[in-house]
């Protein structure tokens, strides 16, 4: 969800503490992996310093959490990947690895009734749909008094209604496309079972979302 600056930053604060890194980029950003580890070795790291392994599928990354070189891992994504990556290391024989995972998240926003309806609405529709809300801090949840309730949501409806949805690479454009199959197969799934919930009002924009829905 930030293949720069997470990336960057696993890289640079084991780097830092006088560690070796073997950087295994997500199988959705290799390039984006690829041009953070060529700035760095254009800044001066030795290539026998920091190496970067793609991957794209899990077995590079299984690999290297079962081999007896490996002393550390920094994670970052889904929780049940968090949780094999953990009992492999504990497999492992003693001493066992450090983990440091930062996994999943539900961001909530949350307004009392002093809060300017206005400015809920322009910080939820920039906090859930930044990136197309697929990073770990996008608002998940707003939570909104009963008392303002009715001015906020048709507010926000029609906020979201105003979003510009297109090739991210248009500086007019809000919201690009999902990273890949897959994630747009999770979205549609997660509406599907938000419908099947009795009494759900789901605001949809067709023909994007609608076509997928039944």
């Known amino acids: 969800n930030f293949p720069l600056a997470i990336f960057t930053g696993q890289i640079a604060a084991p780097l830092a503490a006088g560690n070796t890194v073997v950087a295994k980029s997500a199988p959705q950003t290799p390039l984006v992996a690829a041009a953070a580890v060529d700035a760095l070795r254009s800044a001066g790291m030795p290539p026998d310093v920091l190496t970067h392994l793609p991957d794209p599928d899990i077995t590079v990354g299984d690999l290297l959490i079962r ?50 309806p206005e400015q809920i609405v322009a910080d ?33 409806a029609g906020a979201v209604e105003l979003l510009r949805v297109g090739d991210p690479a248009d500086l007019s454009v809000d919201c690009g496309p999902l990273i890949d199959p897959e994630a747009k197969a999770n979205v549609s799934n997660h509406l599907e079972d938000l419908l099947r919930v009795e009494g759900t009002k789901l605001l949809a924009r067709a023909p994007t979302v609608a076509s997928n829905l039944p």
């Open 124 to 156: 939820t529709v920039r906090s859930a749909f930044a990136s197309t809300g697929q990073r770990c801090s996008n608002a998940r949840l707003l939570c909104v008094p009963t008392q303002t309730a009715p001015d906020v949501l048709p507010m926000l």
């Open 67 to 116: 081999d007896s070189r490996v002393s550390g891992v920094v994670f970052t994504g889904s929780g049940d990947t968090a949780v094999t990556i953990n009992r492999a290391l504990a497999a492992r024989p003693p001493p066992i690895p450090l983990l440091i995972a930062e996994t999943a998240g539900l961001n909530a926003l949350i307004a009392d009734e002093t809060a300017l």
